[in-house]
Structure formats: structure tokens, C-alpha cells
């Protein structure tokens, strides 16, 4: 079980749009339809932002979408504000009731 | 309003068995359609799931760690316990415990606030 793949850092200016990928294999994003998204603030707890790859809890702004194509799962946030920039991390379902976390990625908003 | 609360020593010894209690409330661990799980963060590293309990208390562990993980539930008192033997530096960690949704999708969508566990001796 390996770690999902993410890019280290994005960045984007207020307004603009950015999309943060996770790339797994067929055993884990490609296999199931349990993709979730988290966003963390430095020393706080992650919190849900979308789930089974493109759901989005109550509260949560229609401004996080999310999708997959084959084994990778993208993040889009539109509409960028300076409140958006934390790290996410996204997750998967990986089979046998096991659970595959992305090394994570800092969103710089410019 | 579901609430989790780690607890437990934020020190341990290399080759020692670091123990943490999850404390719920605002819900029950053994309703169903709810599974509990446990997750750390190395320090300015990502996430890492380490096991899962269910309602029913059937018990699901990362591949990496199943050695040395044990997880258990005390319905009474509405906790549910990590223990992870033989530690080493590497085990250095925020450990969170957290509600991992499985009705109407599957989500961790209620999280402890984490608490900093040190292996040093």
C-alpha cells in the first residue's frame, strides 16, 4: 500500500482557478469511487471537503470540485480566495476496509 | 454536535508501546453504519492511516504497521484505543482519531484535535 502521489506545492492568484491532482493505481482511486479531499490549516485537524470523489458536504463552498479519470483524482477550487490556502490531502479507499492518504499539497494563494 | 478527545502519554521510550484513548461524545461508537479510526502526521509530513474499528468491533489495520497495531473498543465508556509496540523515532507523530462515515458515502468527517506523540528516550 503505497501513498498516494500529489504535488508538493500549487499557487494561484485571487480569482483564478487551481487543480490539484492524486494519482494512485487501479487498486486504490481507479478501483473504487471513494475518493475524499481534506484541507488543513497548520497545527489544526483536517477537515472534509468533498467525498466519494466529487460529493461536497453541507457548508462547504461550490466553489471545491472534485473528479476522476482512471487512476487519478483532481481537486479543482475556482473562484481562489486568500482563505483557501492550507494543505490537502486526499484519500482513498484502498479494499479490505483499508485507507490510502496522499503525501499532501500546499496551495500558495498569490 | 459529535465530538472526539485523544488522550494519553506524549512521551515514549524507543521499543516501548505507545497507548491512546479516543473519547466520544455526541454519539455512539456502536451505532451503526460508523466505523472509528485512527491516522497520524509525522511532523510536516502527510497523513497516514493506521487502522480502523467497526461498530461491531471487527478491527482493520494499515498493511505496514498490522504487526504492531492493536485497536480496541469499550462501548461503556464510548472510547476506543490505539496501542502501537516497539516504536521507534519514526513513530514521532500527531496522532488523530477520527469518524470514518459509511452511510451515504464513506468519509472521515469528524476528527480529534490531534494530539503530538514523541518517541525519545
Same mark, same amino acid.
Given at each position: 500500500?503505497?501513498?498516494?502521489? @500529489?504535488?508538493?506545492?500549487?499557487? #494561484?492568484?485571487?480569482?483564478? %482557478? +487551481? =487543480?490539484? %491532482?492524486? =494519482? #494512485?493505481?487501479?487498486?486504490?482511486?481507479?478501483?473504487?469511487? &471513494? +475518493? %475524499?479531499?481534506?484541507? @488543513?490549516?497548520?497545527? /489544526?485537524?483536517?477537515?472534509?471537503?468533498? &467525498?466519494? +470523489?466529487? /460529493?461536497?458536504?453541507? #457548508?462547504?463552498?461550490?466553489?471545491?470540485?472534485?473528479?476522476? %479519470?482512471?487512476?487519478?483524482?483532481?481537486?479543482?477550487?475556482? #473562484?481562489?480566495?486568500?482563505?483557501?490556502?492550507?494543505?490537502?490531502?486526499?484519500?482513498?479507499?484502498?479494499?479490505?476496509?483499508?485507507?490510502?492518504?496522499?503525501?499532501?499539497?500546499?496551495?500558495? +494563494?498569490? | *454536535?459529535? *465530538?472526539?478527545?485523544?488522550?494519553?502519554?506524549?512521551?515514549?521510550?524507543?521499543?516501548?508501546?505507545?497507548?491512546?484513548?479516543?473519547?466520544? $461524545?455526541?454519539?455512539?461508537?456502536?451505532?451503526?453504519?460508523?466505523?472509528?479510526?485512527?491516522?497520524? *502526521?509525522?511532523?510536516?509530513?502527510?497523513?497516514?492511516?493506521?487502522?480502523?474499528? $467497526?461498530?461491531?468491533?471487527?478491527?482493520?489495520?494499515?498493511?505496514?504497521?498490522?504487526?504492531?497495531?492493536?485497536?480496541?473498543?469499550?462501548?461503556?465508556?464510548?472510547?476506543?484505543?490505539?496501542?502501537?509496540? $516497539?516504536?521507534?523515532?519514526?513513530?514521532?507523530?500527531?496522532?488523530?482519531?477520527?469518524?470514518?462515515?459509511?452511510?451515504?458515502?464513506?468519509?472521515?468527517?469528524?476528527?480529534? *484535535?490531534?494530539?503530538?506523540?514523541?518517541?525519545?528516550?
Amino acid at each position: 500500500q503505497s501513498a498516494l502521489t @500529489q504535488p508538493r506545492s500549487v499557487s #494561484g492568484s485571487p480569482g483564478q %482557478s +487551481v =487543480t490539484i %491532482s492524486c =494519482t #494512485g493505481t487501479s487498486s486504490d482511486v481507479g478501483g473504487y469511487n &471513494y +475518493v %475524499s479531499w481534506y484541507q @488543513q490549516y497548520p497545527g /489544526k485537524a483536517p477537515k472534509v471537503m468533498i &467525498y466519494d +470523489v466529487s /460529493k461536497r458536504p453541507s #457548508g462547504v463552498p461550490d466553489r471545491f470540485s472534485g473528479s476522476k %479519470s482512471g487512476n487519478t483524482a483532481s481537486l479543482t477550487i475556482s #473562484g481562489l480566495q486568500a482563505e483557501d490556502e492550507a494543505d490537502y490531502f486526499c484519500c482513498s479507499y484502498a479494499g479490505s476496509y483499508t485507507w490510502v492518504f496522499g503525501g499532501g499539497t500546499k496551495l500558495t +494563494v498569490l | *454536535q459529535l *465530538q472526539l478527545q485523544e488522550s494519553g502519554p506524549g512521551l515514549v521510550k524507543p521499543s516501548e508501546t505507545l497507548s491512546l484513548t479516543c473519547t466520544v $461524545s455526541g454519539g455512539s461508537i456502536s451505532g451503526t453504519s460508523h466505523y472509528w479510526g485512527w491516522i497520524r *502526521q509525522p511532523p510536516g509530513k502527510g497523513l497516514e492511516w493506521i487502522g480502523s474499528i $467497526s461498530y461491531s468491533g471487527s478491527t482493520y489495520c494499515n498493511p505496514s504497521l498490522k504487526s504492531r497495531v492493536t485497536i480496541s473498543g469499550d462501548t461503556s465508556k464510548n472510547q476506543f484505543s490505539l496501542k502501537l509496540s $516497539s516504536v521507534a523515532a519514526a513513530d514521532t507523530a500527531v496522532y488523530y482519531c477520527a469518524r470514518l462515515r459509511s452511510r451515504d458515502g464513506y468519509t472521515f468527517d469528524f476528527w480529534g *484535535q490531534g494530539t503530538l506523540v514523541t518517541v525519545s528516550s
